[in-house]
């Protein structure tokens, strides 16, 4: 395993450095639980709009370790609750989510007046990605 190089980082940026459907899993008593966000890319993390009284804030809330899956990529990382959306920490990673999620982020589906809509951050740990038949084994941590 390799530490994320300069070509895995432009695949990575490329690929899913936008509004990205990915798979993420969870699991609650022994039993996964898996379903798809919109997901955006940037420095080793994956950053979702989500909901924090949802089943899957609620599982990671009680184990953090996640996998996720999306084009010819799979990871693990831990899930990470940002906290509101609109909060002033989040004032950055909030712009580029609304840029990267501008088709759809103002159609009704979010709340943003409800402090329980919130980032979830899944803060990579190793991954396996596929690009042009070649395999690149990633070790995130560090970044």
């Not at 402090?115 to 990633?138: A, H």
Request: contains cysteine; hydrophobic residues 35%; glycine residues 8%.
């Amino acid at each position: 395993m390799e530490k994320l190089t300069m070509e895995t980082k432009e695949i990575m940026n490329e690929r899913f450095g936008k509004d990205s459907i990915i798979a993420i899993a969870t699991v609650k008593d022994g039993k996964p639980y898996v379903r798809n966000v919109d997901g955006s890319y940037e420095d080793g993390a994956f950053y979702v709009i989500t909901y924090a009284l949802s089943n899957k804030m609620r599982q990671i809330e009680e184990n953090p370790h996640v996998a996720i899956s999306g084009d010819w990529f799979t990871a693990h990382g831990k899930g990470i609750n940002l906290g509101w959306f609109c909060k002033e920490e989040n004032k950055n990673i909030a712009e580029k989510l609304r840029t990267a999620f501008r088709e759809w982020i103002d159609n009704g589906h979010n709340n943003f007046d409800d402090e329980n809509t919130c980032i979830l951050c899944i803060k990579l740990t190793d991954g396996i990605l596929f690009s042009n038949g070649k395999r690149y084994d990633i070790d995130f941590s560090d970044n």
